[in-house]
């Protein structure tokens, strides 16, 4: 009997408060905005960047140019939303044998994107910093269309 007036009393909660809400059920979180990385709220998730690689890797995601928005639901789940073919970006490459040529040197001029937090940019051979992030990691950006 006490455990149906919790139950009860929760649902009633629920539908009642969205602050309680929140605190019971989460929240949804956007983790790619644009192409990149919505630094604010990944830090604050418990998702490794290799664990978000996969779960994208499942979605057929090749760089996250190809990305407009991805969301963590509250269930923990991964919703993805993609750009229209023509409109794919340069993005940071998550394919395993692409993300492990990370480099603080740039090789030649290019486009390139910072392997934190995927910001996009035309860079001269150099060591150089992220102008989002300030980090130096950087692999050379792809836009190559999505294949499903």
Same mark, same amino acid.
């Given at each position: 009997?006490?455990?149906?007036?919790? &139950?009860?009393? !929760?649902?009633?909660?629920?539908?009642?408060?969205?602050?309680?809400?929140?605190?019971? #059920?989460?929240?949804?979180?956007?983790?790619?905005? #644009?192409?990149?990385?919505?630094?604010?709220?990944?830090?604050?998730? /418990?998702?490794?960047? $290799?664990?978000?690689?996969?779960?994208?890797?499942?979605?057929?995601? $090749?760089?996250?140019?190809?990305?407009?928005?991805? &969301?963590?639901?509250? +269930?923990? $789940?991964? +919703?993805?939303?993609?750009?229209? /073919?023509? /409109? !794919?970006?340069?993005?940071?490459?998550?394919?395993?044998?692409?993300? /492990?040529?990370?480099?603080?040197?740039?090789?030649? +001029?290019?486009? &390139?994107?910072?392997?934190?937090?995927?910001?996009?940019?035309?860079? #001269?051979?150099?060591?150089?910093?992220?102008? !989002?992030?300030?980090?130096?990691?950087?692999?050379?950006?792809?836009?190559?269309?999505?294949?499903?």
């Amino acid at each position: 009997m006490a455990v149906l007036a919790f &139950y009860r009393l !929760v649902t009633w909660l629920l539908g009642k408060s969205k602050r309680f809400e929140n605190f019971i #059920e989460g929240k949804v979180q956007i983790i790619i905005e #644009e192409g990149k990385f919505s630094l604010q709220n990944f830090e604050k998730e /418990d998702l490794a960047q $290799d664990e978000f690689f996969a779960e994208l890797r499942l979605k057929s995601v $090749d760089h996250l140019g190809q990305v407009s928005n991805a &969301y963590i639901e509250t +269930s923990g $789940d991964i +919703s993805v939303f993609f750009y229209e /073919d023509a /409109d !794919v970006k340069y993005g940071l490459p998550i394919r395993p044998q692409l993300f /492990d040529l990370k480099n603080k040197n740039i090789p030649k +001029s290019g486009i &390139y994107a910072c392997t934190f937090c995927a910001n996009v940019q035309h860079l #001269e051979p150099t060591n150089a910093k992220c102008s !989002v992030c300030n980090r130096e990691e950087w692999l050379e950006a792809i836009n190559s269309k999505r294949v499903v």
